[in-house]
């Protein structure tokens, strides 16, 4: 059955179809949300190998000789320390320090920068950029010359070495390289939005059905799973990594969201960057903390949470945890009880269920 005519589809959208995956719309795009189930899917990355279709991010590159200049301008983090080959986390901001994404900047050369964003969020980030490019930088929306595929799981990095002459064991966490998979050109970094190791690799979308299935062989022995939507937030939401509409939007800044870390206040005029000064010397309100339950009960995204029996905050994402076996969530509180070992309650069926904030992230990976 092909996806609605509604929907945006990537270009694996028939390989999804093909292995039965449930489909939902995504943010407009028709994506699969597990195949096998997301439990089996969670445990295949945290204990081998997972396949994911990302081919809906956006891509966003920005070149020229004043690329630096504009992408350092538009993001929170240090472009200007990024070396040839190195990525990192960061934000794009609007001037009241709230967020227009999270995104991974990639420095591909002293002139060019590639951005990979939220699928939802490229074009409303493109216009962001551009309407900020004062420095004469070319900026070009980029997401349909790419599909991407992410590998993941501790049985990543063999799986992937038989399809590509280039040493992935050279390749250090958030960089990447130019080379090929598959006898296709690909950009190789070894980023991923699991917490285990892995790597994202971006290839021309006519290729993407034939290298998913090669990297499918590729994996085989070690019990390669595709998955989908649901694990892969079930795999983040235990790494505390951020979704955009859930632990950060415009309304919140990094740092009330606990990414105080990619911000560096001290490089030098940035959008949002005043704003920020004046949420630090005044000290912020709220901000995002992990918590468990200790009762029988899922929190679910925007439970209210209490504190003493009032209303003090939200729960921004929350589910079971595979790893674990535990009921987790994340949700923003008043700064002062914003630390571990606070008693909580969330509202969970009109009835409050107890439960304790605690050291996040939840699960980390065994180097």
């Known amino acids: ?3 609605p005519p509604a929907l945006r589809v990537t270009p ?13 719309d995504f943010g407009g795009w028709d994506m699969p949300v597990q195949y096998s189930g997301i439990i089996d899917e969670h445990n295949a990355v945290r204990q081998a190998v997972g396949v994911f279709d990302v081919s809906h991010m956006g891509e966003i590159e920005i070149r020229g000789p004043q690329a630096a200049t504009l992408t350092d301008y538009v993001t929170t983090n240090a472009v200007h320390k990024l070396k040839l080959g190195q990525a990192h986390y ?18 591909v050369a002293d002139d060019h920068y590639f951005l990979c964003v939220n699928a939802s969020n490229q074009d409303k980030d493109f216009e962001h950029i551009v309407s900020q490019n004062k420095f004469g930088a070319v900026v070009e929306n980029n997401g349909a010359r790419y599909a991407q595929i992410a590998i ?4 990543a990095r063999p799986t992937l070495q038989k399809l590509t002459p280039v040493d992935l064991a050279a390749i250090k966490y958030y960089w990447f390289t130019d080379g090929e998979v598959c006898g296709t050109p690909a950009r190789i970094a070894h980023t991923g939005y699991t917490g285990e190791d892995g790597f994202e690799i971006y290839v021309p979308p006519a290729d993407a059905v034939r290298i998913w299935n090669l990297v499918m062989d590729a994996g085989a022995e070690f019990g390669i799973k595709p998955c989908g939507l649901g694990a892969r937030n079930t795999l983040r939401l235990e790494a505390k990594m951020a979704l955009y509409g859930h632990e950060i939007d415009a309304s919140i800044s990094p740092l009330e969201a606990d990414l105080g870390w990619i911000v560096k206040l001290d490089k030098g005029e940035f959008v949002g960057r005043d704003a920020l000064l004046k949420q630090k010397e005044s000290g912020i309100r709220r901000k995002l903390i992990g918590f468990e339950m200790c009762a029988r009960g ?9 504190l003493n029996g009032a209303a003090a905050g939200w729960v921004t994402s929350g589910g079971p945890a595979p790893s674990l076996n535990k009921n987790i969530g994340l949700c923003y ?3 002062e009880q914003s630390v571990p070992a606070t008693r909580i309650q969330v509202m969970i069926r009109n009835q409050p269920v107890d439960a304790v904030t605690v050291e996040t992230p939840f699960y980390k990976r065994a180097k």
């Open 333 to 335: 509180l008043p700064a």
């Open 298 to 306: 899922i929190a679910r995204d925007g439970y209210e949470v209490f």
């Open 90 to 107: 960061s934000g794009l901001l609007y001037e009241h320090g709230g967020f227009v994404d999270d995104i991974l900047v990639h420095k």
């Open 152 to 155: 993941q799981g501790p049985k």
């Open 12 to 24: 694996l959208n028939s390989v999804h179809r093909a292995l039965g995956a449930r489909m939902v």
């Open 1 to 3: 059955m092909p996806a």
